[in-house]
């Protein structure tokens, strides 16, 4: 070969490594086009983009929905959005406007969308297909500007039915209007299920009436040493029903029987000594217990749960059951295992992190995987008795990790954990002896020793969450790297025009809202 054709071989090569997406194409694309259906995220089941077929939404659009109040509720969600007349109740499209229907014969959250020159028409069997099938409405509207929106068809339905966020609001507490916002961000994603991690070594975060000491004394401070704080069974109910409006479902857990110093520091009579410990504002894990085999703990479980159960909606609730490592195993299995009882007895579906898999397990009781490892021989055990999974495997879903290792803030034990990283695995392959019909569904959680501010919420979030989302909602078909890094870089200027603070990691290639050549030129590569 001459030297030429060297050179040539090369610079292909380097070519086809851009355009696969190594990181290296960081500079910003403008965004003059018009958004399409390849830009919704998580990507639909399918989608006819129709050609030359626009509908621009007028100012005060009419609205009509069946009549029904789920459907009402969506259909004031979409005035409010596009700036629309209030909802009408009706069973068909008038001209020029957007209705929300529903109709018989679709699956739970399935819903179908229909952009023509003379309206939009979203269809499915209960609100939370039509409020799905407005998110992907609003992914087809441009971030600012005039709405106008493209000709399509779109039939789309999850592929896993539990789509998850955890917050921990227990290391790092966080206010009412905080949860709101993640699961404003979050739904717009298609996650439907919120899961508030709400007690910790460092604190305990909801008020339980029959034992008040847990937040006035286990409540008082968090990592690092700040005030902490807690919610009221009113802060709660708000963010049940917030959450609830938006289809999504809260799963409160408290850990137990490890992760439980706050609780032991406002009833040391639950701890093995009964000493009363030291408040805790470090990170270290896997050193606290609660003493099980006493009628005290059968009780202080007994009234906790049964508290939250009543307070709760959906069917879940997270008992934790993670490294509790000072604990002989019969003594944490005879706690998991009457935890899991009491738990049952409400009437609600008991959901544990996978070490419990090593204990009895009560029927139905659903784990949470968080290894890094893609072999887990009890988590296989228990899936062949019938158990299902929760995925959130920490080197691909743990949001408190860094996206890249060698910089940013966030954790590394698991890391780095970039959006390619979260984004390219299989849920139906990952762990041997797992298939696709044991798993209920993923989640990322947001771990939040290291992260104590809402722009920390942001930059540890997103992107990531958005791949983690895609994963659970969508096709394994749809899932392509070189598609989904593009269809991620076009979030951006709705993030910008939300404040949300993502981080703008190298193997996205950002769209940059329109702006001012100078502005443009100026920007760092
Ligand atoms: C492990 S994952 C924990 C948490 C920590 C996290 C930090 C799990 C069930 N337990 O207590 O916050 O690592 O990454």
Sequence with gaps: MGRGLVLAAVAGLVR???????????????ARRELTIADVLPAPVSADPVDGVRFTVPAGVR?????????????????????GASPEPGDRRP???????????????????????DGVTIRASGGAG????????RQLLPPTGPAVLPGVYVTDRPRFAYRGVMLDV????????????????????????????????????????????????????????????????????QIVAYAQERFMTVVPEVDVPGHTNAALLAYPELAYDGVVPRQYTGTRVGWSALCPGRELTAKFLTDVLGEIAAM???????????????????????????????????????????????????????????????????VMAAVRAGHRLILSPADRTYLDQRHEFWRGPGR????????????????????????????????????????????????????RLAAIAELGWSPSSTHDWRLFRHRLGAQAPRWEALGVRFARVDEVPWVTVEAPASAVASRPD
């Design 95 to 117: 001209a020029g406007a957007i209705a929300l229907l529903l109709r018989p014969g679709y699956a739970d959250e399935e819903y179908t969308l229909e952009v023509d020159a």
């Design 312 to 378: 709760t909606p959906g069917p879940y609730l997270h008992i934790g059951g993670d490294e509790a490592l000072t604990m002989p195993a019969g003594d944490y299995a005879a706690l998991v295992r009457q935890a899991q009882e009491i738990v049952a007895a409400q009437g609600k579906t008991p959901i544990g992190w996978h070490e419990l898999a090593g204990a009895p397990l009560a029927a139905g009781t659903v784990l949470q995987y968080w290894g890094i490892t893609p072999w887990a021989r009890d």
């Design 170 to 237: 227990a290391r790092h507490f966080f206010d009412v209007a905080t949860v709101k916002r993640l699961v404003d961000l979050a739904t717009m994603y298609k996650v439907n299920h919120l899961h508030l991690h709400l007690s910790d070594d460092q604190g305990w975060r909801i008020a339980i009436d029959s034992w008040p000491l847990l937040t006035s004394v286990g409540g008082r401070t968090q990592v690092g040493g700040g005030a902490g704080g807690y919610y009221t069974a009113d802060d709660y109910r």
């Design 63 to 83: 609205i009509v929905t069946t009549a029904d109040p789920e459907a009402t509720r969506v259909g004031a969600y979409v005035a409010d959005l596009l700036h």
């Design 16 to 30: 086809t490594a851009l355009a696969a997406g190594t990181g290296v194409l960081t500079r910003p694309e403008q």
């Design 130 to 137: 039509l409020s799905w099938g407005v998110q992907t409405l």
């Design 412 to 463: 590394t034990w698991a890391g780095p954990v970039n959006a390619q990283r979260a984004y390219g695995w299989d849920p139906a392959t990952y762990l041997a002896g797992v298939p696709e019909s044991a798993i209920l569904g993923l989640e990322a959680p947001l771990w939040t020793e290291n992260v104590s501010t809402v722009d920390q919420i942001d930059h540890q979030t997103f992107p």
